[in-house]
């Protein structure tokens, strides 16, 4: 599994602990609440190699903090595979 950057979206703290964690069709949804400030959001963990996956849950939403989240790791995942092809 990939996870997201982690850090809090209100004050960027780097922690955050796990208060419900539940699989969906894509991956695990998670709730977490930052230990720095308390703020709330949700994750949603994707599969690391089922990229297309990622990218079409990033293009049917794409208002969705959580999309813009999995959209950045499908971002990564394509330099990855650009890395590993040039090696
Ligand atoms: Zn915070």
């Given at each position: 599994m990939a996870h997201l950057g982690?850090?809090?979206?209100?004050?960027?703290?780097p922690t955050s602990e796990v208060k419900d964690s539940r699989p969906n069709e894509h991956g695990i949804r998670r709730r977490r609440v930052c230990t720095g400030c308390n703020q709330r959001f949700t994750t949603l963990e994707v599969i690391a190699t089922n990229p297309d996956v990622a990218q079409e849950l990033a293009d049917t939403s794409r208002r969705n903090s959580v999309a813009m989240r999995i959209r950045r790791i499908t971002e990564s995942l394509e330099t990855l595979l650009d890395e590993f092809h040039r090696a």
């Open positions: 982690l850090h809090c979206p209100s004050c960027n703290h």
